[in-house]
Nanobody, 117 residues
Framework: QVQLVESGGGLVQPGGSLRLSCAAS????????VNWYRQAPGNQREFVAS???????NYITSLKGRLLISRDNLQNTAYLQMMNLKHEDTAVYYC???????????WGQGTQVTVSA
């Protein structure tokens, strides 16, 4: 019933930019907290950014200033704009939707981002 479909990943040179998309069906994203996570080789999945239903945003300290999370209610799609990408940003990026004060979580399958010259 619920699907989160990610797109926008790929190969980018250091200093470049990418915009990841998370298209939702079966749920309205403006009723959820949307989170982006990433998992780099050899590491566990870590939190990257979030946006609440009130449009409040939060970012991991190490990426502050290089990321912008947003949501388009008409398209029912969340975005993660990444700027000035570095080699250390290489990871699989995952979209997550969590209903406030509930245990229900939905996950996308992830999209690969590779930063290399």
């Amino acid at each position: 019933q619920v699907q989160l479909v990610e797109s926008g990943g790929g190969l980018v040179q250091p200093g470049g930019s990418l915009r990841l998309s998370c298209a939702a069906s079966g749920i309205a994203l403006n009723l959820y907290t949307v989170n982006w996570y990433r998992q780099a080789p050899g590491n566990q999945r870590e939190f990257v950014a979030s946006i609440t239903r009130e449009d409040r945003t939060n970012y991991i300290t190490s990426l502050k200033g290089r990321l912008l999370i947003s949501r388009d209610n008409l398209q029912n799609t969340a975005y993660l704009q990444m700027m000035n990408l570095k080699h250390e940003d290489t990871a699989v990026y995952y979209c997550n939707a969590k209903q406030p004060r509930r245990s229900i979580n939905y996950w996308g399958q992830g999209t690969q981002v590779t930063v290399s010259a």
